[in-house]
């Protein structure tokens, strides 16, 4: 299909790891994405992946790419109250710079 | 660095006005790009400039929307006339000359058309 299928919700415990799946569509995009956004605020890049890596870290993110399958990840260790917002992924499309996003994840964590 | 602005962070309207929105992207920044976030979706592009000319406008419904960059800094977007279904938050972006693969949001303008 057409859409970047994410889903809709996730709840984890404080302290526990959060991991948000995406579905993409373009198998030669050249780049997948992890946006946070926060009640009434913009997007924040949180971290990018190049289409021709499997997985990057960076401090309590990391992400999981699956060609093969057209799957991104993304696991935050150690997840705390300041993260939860909506995640979105997104991918850049190979024409131009046009980044095709998901509905957004939900993440709610609790104390 | 001073992030994305823009102006204002919301407005409403009745159907059939008109608005405008304003962006002013990170400084040296070569792209830009407006995009339409409905409630409970994901952003949608609707126009990308590189300096100020257009790249894509491919989902921008020209019989009502506008945009321009005149001298390839600031930019702006309108709708005239509104209709019920542009309500939607309208989020500016715009990404560095030497890494056009990272985007950079601005806090975004909540339109609500009554």
């Known amino acids: 299909g057409e859409d970047v299928e994410q889903s809709l919700f996730l709840s984890v415990r404080e302290g526990d790891s959060s991991v948000i799946n995406c579905t993409y569509t373009?198998?030669?995009?050249?780049?997948l994405y992890w946006y946070k956004q926060e009640p009434g605020a913009g997007l924040q890049l949180l971290t990018y992946?190049?289409?021709?890596?499997d997985m990057k870290q960076d401090q309590r993110l990391t992400v999981l790419l699956n060609k093969k399958d057209k799957h991104l990840s993304l696991r935050i260790a150690d997840t705390q109250t300041g993260d939860s917002a909506i995640y979105f992924c997104?991918?850049?499309?190979?024409?131009?710079?046009?980044?095709?996003f998901g509905a957004g994840t939900i993440l709610r964590v609790k104390s | 660095e001073a992030g994305v602005a823009q102006s204002p962070r919301y407005k409403i309207i009745e159907k059939r006005q008109s608005v405008a929105f304003w962006c002013n992207p990170i400084?040296?920044?070569?792209?830009l790009y407006w995009y339409q976030q409905i409630l409970g979706q994901g952003p949608k592009l609707l126009i990308q400039?590189?300096?100020?000319?257009?790249?894509?406008d491919s989902q921008l419904p020209k019989d009502r929307f506008s945009a321009e960059r005149l001298k390839g800094v600031d930019s702006t977007l309108k709708i005239q006339p509104a209709k019920l279904e542009d309500s939607a938050v309208y989020l500016c972006?715009?990404?560095?000359?030497?890494?056009?693969?990272?985007?950079?949001f601005g806090p975004g303008t909540r339109l609500t058309v009554t």
């Open positions: 373009d198998s030669s995009s050249t780049y």
């Open positions: 972006a715009s990404s560095p000359t030497t890494r056009t693969y990272e985007q950079y």
């Open positions: 400039f590189q300096n100020n000319g257009v790249v894509d």
């Open positions: 400084s040296g920044h070569a792209t």
């Open positions: 992946i190049f289409s021709n890596m």
């Open positions: 997104a991918e850049r499309r190979e024409y131009g710079n046009k980044l095709v």
